[in-house]
């Protein structure tokens, strides 16, 4: 069963770890970003490296074009998440729809987003994240 989650920036993955510390799956997560300002005038920026607590929506409100079909919020300050997704594309919907920078979040392919999904809402839906530059040593 999924304990927590680690997103190597070096991989371009998010990792599924087990108990015993042990990845048993992994899904390809990117961190590209838009360049330029939120609302509030900061600087865009991917979530950055630390660690967050995952919760998944079911039936995400937030299924349409920009996010995907998946949700995932991580608790992080400035709202940046994790979700499939991307306004631009031409099947911003389908399992597989391909890749579009964000505004800060990570993205993840709809299909493999919603197993994350189900293994985040499986495990309690409560499931730590910690973020990090470097690969994966598994």
Partial sequence: MLK????????Q???????????????????AFWPGY????????????GDYMCEAE???AENNAAYGTCY??????RGRVIHGGGSG???????????????GCLRVQNGPGRVLSEAIIEAGNA???TVQEEAYGY
């Fill in 4 to 11: 927590r989650l680690v997103y190597s920036r070096a991989d």
């Fill in 13 to 31: 993955r998010l990792y599924f770890i087990e108990a015993d510390g042990k990845h048993y799956f992994s899904i390809e997560c990117r961190d």
């Fill in 38 to 49: 939120n609302d509030q005038g900061q600087p865009r920026a991917s979530l950055p490296n």
């Fill in 58 to 60: 079911p039936y995400p």
């Fill in 72 to 77: 995932i919020s991580d608790n992080d300050s």
């Fill in 89 to 103: 594309l031409d099947d911003p919907l389908a399992d597989e729809q391909g890749w579009y920078q964000t505004l």
């Fill in 127 to 129: 499931v730590p994240l």
